[in-house]
Structure formats: structure tokens, C-alpha cells
């Protein structure tokens, strides 16, 4: 894999089956897919997987896509080998599914993965990039993690905290209008808090006809209506990152 074209910044999924360019290791006890930029860099980007876990291939791209941008991307098994999701689960057992998988648990794991970036990477900037349940993972870490510097928090929100508006680091939050999980009701409310109690920088963007899922969304299954969209999202992504870190 390692001869491979690496992935142009706004597309996705070259193929159904996309395999990744880069290689997984054991951090402590974290099973982590890590791809490395074609020069050395100090940044570094915790790609935070939806619930359909680690190994997805959207989510692999995506960090592909960072590390083509010169980012030491990782992206770790947050559910410690427990079963992602599926499309074939029944939705009336997602709760219960959830409850041994929260995106607030997860502060022993990052952690082990702020150590292996400084100490095996040379990682002096560190960001984070989630996406639904990842996306919950990097507003929760953006409230509280001393050693973020930035987040990109797409389609997802800390829900259960009273205290989900004092970010501590610059983090810009990505949504779809059409999403189904994430109404845009609770976005206006993110964004009228953040407004009234946030004194870091913060940006919250809503991409027209939208749905949950767009910005990682496979090559395959991307009409070319929304194909601007998803483009416009991945560069506002990459933007962030490269003025925060």
C-alpha cells in the first residue's frame, strides 16, 4: 500500500473495500491504525471513529487524507475491541449497546495516546477529528484535554454535561442540515450558549440539505449535489487545523 497515490484532500474512497496506507500498531493497550506524512512533522491529529468503529473505511480515509496533509494521523480502537455497531443491529438495543461505549469515557485511553504521539511520533502539536460518536469524543476532550490544541468536532454533541460550553481549545463543529440524530434545534442551542459562555475561539458551521454522515461519506455513495458540500467541509476542516496548529 505504501506505493499508493495518496488521497487527494476533498475525495474519499477510492473503492469499496479502501484498505488504508498506513499500518496498525499496539499503543499500551489500544490497537491503532497510524499513517505517517511523506516528510517528518511535529502535528499530529486523534482521528475519533463513528459507531462503526476503528477499522471503517470512511474513517481510515479521513486520516489517510490528514497525513497526505501533513499530519501524523492515528486513529485508535476506542471501544478496546468490544463490537462496533452494525447496520444490521436492531436500533431499540442502541442505549443499551452505548452504555459500555461513551464518548465522555475515553480520558485514559487519549492519555496513552498523547504519550505514544510525543514520545514515538515526536508530536509537539496535537489536534483531534471526530465524526458522530467521535465528534461527542472531541467536544468532550475540547472542555477538558490540556494537551489538545484544536478540535473538529463533525455531527456530534456532549449532551449529558451541564458544563458542555467552556471549551478550552479552539474547535470548530460541522453539521448537516438534514441530520436525523443531531436536530437543528440542539444545534441553535450549542451555538447560543458557546455565544454566551465560550472565550475561546469557536465556529459552528450547518451545511445546507445535509444528512448525518456526509463529510466522511465513501466516493461511491456521493451524488454530485451534496459532492460540493462534502468538499467545502473537508477544506474548512483543514483549515482549522492549519491555524490552530
Known amino acids: 500500500m505504501a506505493n499508493e497515490a495518496r ?20 499503543a499500551e493497550h489500544i490497537q491503532t491504525y497510524v499513517v505517517k506524512p511523506d516528510t ?19 474513517t481510515r480515509y479521513m486520516a489517510d487524507m490528514l497525513a497526505a496533509n501533513g499530519y501524523i494521523a492515528v486513529c485508535p ?14 436500533w431499540s438495543t442502541f442505549q443499551e449497546w452505548l452504555e459500555g461505549r461513551k464518548p465522555t469515557n475515553i480520558n485514559k485511553e487519549v492519555d496513552v495516546l498523547v504519550k505514544f504521539l510525543k514520545e514515538k511520533c515526536g508530536a509537539k502539536h496535537i489536534g483531534v477529528v471526530g465524526f458522530c460518536w467521535g465528534g461527542s469524543a472531541t467536544h468532550y476532550l475540547a472542555l477538558q484535554c490540556p494537551d489538545i490544541k484544536t478540535g473538529v468536532s463533525v455531527y456530534g454533541i456532549v449532551r449529558d454535561r451541564e458544563d458542555r460550553y467552556d471549551l478550552k481549545c479552539p474547535t470548530l463543529f460541522i453539521f448537516g442540515e438534514k441530520d436525523d440524530i443531531i436536530p437543528l434545534d440542539q ?37 454530485p449535489a451534496d459532492k460540493p458540500y462534502i468538499q467545502e467541509a473537508r477544506t474548512d476542516l483543514l483549515n482549522w487545523l492549519k491555524k490552530y496548529m
Open 7 to 26: 488521497p487527494c484532500p476533498c475525495d474519499i474512497g477510492d473503492r469499496m473495500e479502501y484498505g488504508g496506507l498506513g499500518q496498525e500498531i499496539q
Open 40 to 58: 517528518a512533522s511535529d502535528k499530529a491529529v486523534i482521528v475519533i471513529q463513528d459507531i462503526y468503529g476503528w477499522q471503517l473505511p470512511n
Open 77 to 90: 480502537d476506542f471501544f478496546l475491541g468490544k463490537e462496533p455497531w452494525t447496520p444490521s443491529h436492531d
Open 187 to 223: 444545534v441553535s442551542i450549542l451555538e447560543a450558549k458557546l455565544k454566551e459562555k465560550c472565550t475561546v475561539d469557536y465556529h459552528v458551521k450547518i451545511f445546507p440539505g445535509q444528512t448525518h454522515g456526509f463529510v466522511h461519506r465513501k466516493r461511491e455513495d456521493i451524488n
